[in-house]
């Protein structure tokens, strides 16, 4: 294993081992709490342009699952087709696995992919770190080849129109009724899970018109980055709200972007949600559920028009976790129902869904 050092922008310096890929990398720094899901977590394309750190000391103890696509074209037990982190920070890197569905290690597959990871780091105090200090951007440069520092920028980027579909895709073709789902950069499992509704599923671009197609019901999918980026997707939603009152539904990104078209503001996190033990409770009920999450920015709901009201709200910083409209079957949460991996205490939320479809 070769030394590498994290570089972090307020000057903090870390120093570990390479067992990913060896290449220098940057980008920003964030930390996801949950004990276990790292196959799922590094396919998730909400995680483009970062660099991950798993605060569970333990990584890579029960290898990587194959990579299989169904009948219906989802991967069996990925988010995506490829792992989309920029690079993975771990404390404790396990070179030996043992699981029934493993075919290699972590480190054969980052390697394989060409994403970086570093091992050997204090990530309970790079954790302290972000948490004080918010997000941070980072590099990790190979201390034998000081010279080759790489740059990275997240601010400003269109992220999602990095990861989104660029043509129009279709699953479980001629089933029930038929949502089109606004690819963001959606997780396998929202697919699957609406496909398991038997629900026909009419997957597109981000920015795509779709309000002349023949469907039920609009889904908003997760994705990455600043959705103030992603004017094109909030005019259509717009457009669509101003032609029907046909059901919609949104999910994390989804979530932003319904709420800017119902005139919303969004603003960034100081460290964002990212785990599987975020607390949520249904406005004007008792009713609370752990949630998986992974997201930087969150509605300010003060800044909704009047017809709109907040659904969910965070119990650990009192931040929005959806939204609905007082009238119309149109709602959204912003942390993860499929949740995968994670709790499935939501996942009534695609039945809700999918019930509203006439």
């Not at 790079?126 to 941070?136: A, D, P």
């Not at 990275?152 to 999602?160: I, M, P, T």
């Not at 009724?177 to 496909?195: P, Q, T, Y």
């Not at 005019?235 to 032609?243: N, P, T």
Request: aromatic share 10%; charged share 25%.
């Amino acid at each position: 294993m070769r030394n590498v050092t994290l570089v972090l922008s307020v000057g903090t310096e870390f120093h570990g081992k390479s067992f990913g890929y060896d290449a220098p990398v940057a980008g920003e720094v964030v930390f996801n709490t949950a004990m276990m899901g790292y196959p799922e977590s590094l396919t998730d394309p909400s995680y483009a342009g970062q660099m991950l750190t798993m605060t569970f000391p333990l990584v890579g103890n029960y290898g990587v699952p194959p990579f299989t696509i169904e009948e219906n074209r989802i991967p069996s037990y990925m988010e995506s087709d490829k792992i989309y982190v920029s690079a993975l920070i771990v404390s404790d890197y396990s070179e030996e696995y043992s699981h029934w569905n493993a075919v290699e290690s972590l480190a054969s597959w980052l390697k394989r992919e060409h994403v970086p990871g570093i091992t050997g780091i204090d990530t309970r105090e790079l954790t302290k770190l972000l948490r004080e200090n918010g997000v941070l951007m980072g590099k990790i440069i190979f201390d034998d080849e000081p010279e080759n520092i790489p740059e990275a920028v997240y601010e400003g980027v269109n992220f999602v129109d990095m990861v989104s579909t660029k043509q129009i895709i279709k699953y479980n073709e001629g089933a029930g009724k038929k949502v089109v789902l606004v690819d963001c950069g959606v997780k396998a499992n929202i697919l699957r899970e609406l496909v398991e509704r038997n629900v026909e599923i009419i997957r597109v671009p981000w920015n795509y018109d779709y309000t002349t197609l023949d469907y039920d019901g609009l889904f908003l999918a997760n994705g990455p980055g600043d959705p103030d980026m992603c004017r094109d997707a909030v005019e259509v939603i717009r457009k669509q709200m101003s032609l029907s009152s046909k059901p919609i539904c949104g999910i994390c990104m989804g979530n932003q972007l319904l709420a800017k078209a119902a005139g919303a503001k969004i603003y960034k996190l100081k460290y964002g949600h990212r785990g599987h033990n975020q607390p949520v409770r249904m406005v004007g009920t008792n009713k609370c559920f752990i949630t998986s999450q992974n997201h930087g920015y969150a509605v300010d709901v003060n800044t909704l028009e009047k017809d709109w009201e907040e659904l969910f709200v965070n119990m650990n910083d009192g931040s929005n976790e959806g939204i609905r409209h007082k009238t119309n079957q149109w709602f959204s949460s912003q942390f993860h129902p499929e949740a995968s991996s994670g709790p499935v205490d939501t996942e009534f939320l695609f039945d809700k869904f999918v019930e509203t479809l006439k």
